[in-house]
């Protein structure tokens, strides 16, 4: 959630990173303030400028087989159905590939590689490699160490050109305007995501959140030779290969910077949040990833973007009070790709090559070196490591019915003891991969109390949180729902009658059968088991006596409405077999 001003530390008007702070020190909580103000407020102008965009990126596959290698190490020339402007292979294999337009001349060959080192937490299963921007191309080539045996999927990403326009141009050349040198604790311009074309990728999912406790430096293995209106385009291709290849909620990276210094947000959720991505596997819930964009084997980042990126890091690592030299210590998740079992406890620098955690060369030979020196800016552009300023608490039902509002409640207060009035509360459920996800958000009032509900499906634990603070977690189950059609209904006696509805989550079902007598009581017959199949119950009852009957299907503390059978006299013997009523 962003970072929410208040009165006592936010100017009139808005903050820009070319506003001189003449105050000595900035707290954790101006920090925040400037988070939202100069990094997310001075997004604004570049996001109504550019708009959103109407037509997304499109994604298709191309299937090259045996046959089109004829025996050799290298493909025909390949020609996709159409126009695109990036690749990468599904399943593993050291495979090359170099592109072009129509008549113009080939790229240079380009490894596909990666094959899952950037991931969620332990994944596995089929991997893609990593995306490789090629530029508007209509033709490729493969070339692999030996013949492949089997067919090559080649899935590819067509990007509207243009995705962004002469507003990121500016924001990065306001950013790098000599002699405005940025205040520590401050955020580089970002570009948001709507600027980009994310709205045309939506997550699949609500973002999830951990911690800050470290930041992995990436490249993307794509192209070094773009322009600074390529750049979105290159991103918007590597968000939609990342959820419709990889099948991720969304981008992987939190951040994205190009050679120009501009800054992308990556990853829904706040660029001021904790939000995990599946850029590290293993360590996405304690970590931050910057990724970018490039090769960065044998050629360093260039000045803009070492400046952009020790900024952001200075900025990012002292919001979530932690510093940026100095090494910690992180339990591993695990994974295919990572050096560690899970649990394991693994020691890591603050900001660390990829490679340092995972089974990869990311983030090439080049940056790798440089990790060192961007260390030491970002500590020079880092604000103050702060405590976590004030409380939350938290109050939750313990149980509710499925489908129905789970009512939660509590109040915030500042670190001066005042009621934390107009703050932010985020209410978040924890996911079945340990991450914590937003459901709910309230604003606190005059006195800091806050409420919020939620919809109820499935029993887990919560906590709220608000400006880093988080509240003790608490648990609230769900109750089962059962539900079946209450119309009154006759029937003969020496009947059958099948009793069906749903009950939610699957449970088991105890219809009870009553029959009325004749002084009005209702007086228990039996309980009769109903076969569960994923959602739906059912059941057969013989009501071999007439009456009135009266069923009601329990499944826990949860009943559903009765219904009322009327069983008429009727001659002759009842059929056997079936539960009877009697």
Same mark, same amino acid.
């Given at each position: ?5 208040r009165?006592?530390? +936010?100017?009139r ?19 925040l303030?400037?988070?939202a ?19 997304g ?22 020609s ?5 402007d990036?690749?990468g ?9 170099r592109?072009?337009?129509r ?29 490789v ?21 080649l899935h590819l990403?067509?990007v509207?050109?243009?995705?962004? !326009?002469? /507003? ?8 790098a ?17 709507v600027?980009? !074309?994310?709205?045309?990728?939506p997550?699949?999912?609500d ?21 600074? &209106?390529?750049?979105a ?14 099948g991720?909620?969304d ?11 501009? =800054?992308?947000e990556g990853? $829904?959720?706040?660029?001021?949040q ?11 819930r304690v970590?931050?990833g ?8 044998? =050629? ?6 070492m ?22 210590? =992180? ?17 890591? &620098?603050r900001i ?13 030979n ?16 880092a ?11 938290l109050?939750?039902v /313990? ?5 129905e ?7 915030v207060t500042?670190?001066?003891g005042?009621?934390g ?7 978040q ?22 409420? +919020?509900?939620?919809s ?27 539900? &079946?059609?209450?119309?009154?209904r006759?029937?003969? +006696?020496g ?7 749903r009950?939610?989550p699957?449970?088991p ?6 029959? &009325? ?6 007086r ?27 069923f009601?299907?329990?499944?826990? +503390?949860?009943?559903?409405? $009765?219904?009322? =059978?009327r069983?008429?006299?009727?001659r ?5 077999g ?5």
């Amino acid at each position: 959630m962003p970072a929410r001003e208040r009165a006592d530390v +936010a100017p009139r008007r808005p903050i820009t990173t070319l506003d001189v702070v003449d105050r000595p020190t900035i707290t954790r909580r101006r920090a925040l303030a400037l988070g939202a103000a100069a990094g997310l407020g001075s997004l604004v102008a570049p996001a109504l400028a550019l708009g959103s965009h109407r037509r997304g990126a499109r994604g298709f596959g191309l299937t090259v087989s045996p046959a089109d290698f004829d025996g050799g190490r290298v493909s025909r020339v390949l020609s996709a159905p159409r126009r695109f402007d990036l690749l990468g292979l599904r399943g593993a294999g050291a495979v090359e590939v170099r592109t072009r337009a129509r008549g113009a001349v080939w790229s240079r060959w380009v490894a596909l590689t990666g094959h899952g080192d950037h991931a969620p937490d332990g994944a596995g299963g089929e991997r893609a490699s990593d995306p490789v921007w090629s530029g508007a191309a209509h033709e490729l080539q493969l070339r692999a160490p030996r013949p492949p045996r089997a067919p090559l999927r080649l899935h590819l990403v067509a990007v509207p050109a243009r995705a962004l !326009g002469r /507003g990121a141009v500016r924001a990065a050349a306001i950013r790098a305007r000599p002699g405005q040198a940025p205040a520590p604790g401050t955020p580089p311009p970002i570009i948001p995501r709507v600027a980009w !074309g994310a709205d045309g990728v939506p997550p699949r999912a609500d973002p999830g959140y951990g911690e800050v406790q470290l930041a992995f430096v990436h490249h993307t293995v794509t192209v070094n030779e773009y322009t600074p &209106q390529d750049s979105a385009q290159i991103v918007l291709g590597i968000a939609k290969y990342h959820r419709d290849v990889n099948g991720w909620n969304d981008i992987g990276y939190n951040f994205l910077v190009d050679r120009f210094g501009q =800054v992308f947000e990556g990853r $829904a959720g706040g660029t001021d949040q904790a939000v995990v991505g599946a850029q590290a596997q293993g360590y996405n819930r304690v970590s931050t990833g910057i990724a970018h964009l490039g090769t960065h084997g044998d =050629v360093p980042l260039g000045e803009p973007a070492m400046a952009a990126t020790a900024q952001l890091l200075g900025w990012k690592m002292s919001l979530h009070g932690v510093p940026t030299e100095g090494a910690v210590t =992180v339990i591993s998740g695990g994974g295919p790709s990572n050096r560690y079992r899970d649990g394991i406890p693994v020691t890591l &620098q603050r900001i660390s090559g990829h490679r340092d955690g995972d089974a990869t060369s990311c983030p090439g030979n080049a940056l790798y070196a440089q990790l060192p020196e961007l260390r030491r800016r970002a500590t020079a552009l880092a604000g103050p490591l702060t405590p976590r300023e004030g409380t939350v608490t938290l109050s939750a039902v /313990g149980a509710v019915v499925y489908g129905e509002a789970a009512s939660f409640r509590g109040a915030v207060t500042r670190s001066d003891g005042s009621a934390g009035a107009g703050e932010t509360v985020a209410v978040q459920k924890r996911s079945s991969t340990g991450a914590w996800v937003t459901i709910a958000r309230a604003i606190a009032g005059a006195d800091g109390a806050w409420s +919020a509900a939620a919809s109820w499906r499935r029993g887990g634990d919560v906590r709220a949180v608000v400006a880093g603070a988080a509240s003790a977690v608490a648990s609230v189950d769900v109750l089962p729902r059962i539900e &079946q059609p209450t119309r009154t209904r006759r029937v003969m +006696a020496g009947s059958a009658i099948t009793l069906a509805g749903r009950v939610r989550p699957a449970s088991p079902v105890g219809v009870l059968v009553e029959i &009325q007598g004749r002084d009005g009581i209702w007086r228990r017959v039996r309980v009769v088991r109903a076969r569960v199949a994923r959602t739906a119950w059912k059941t057969t009852v013989f009501l071999r006596r007439p009456g009135l009957y009266r069923f009601t299907p329990r499944t826990g +503390a949860s009943a559903a409405p $009765a219904l009322y =059978v009327r069983a008429r006299r009727r001659r002759g013997r009842a059929r056997a077999g079936g539960v009877a009523a009697r």
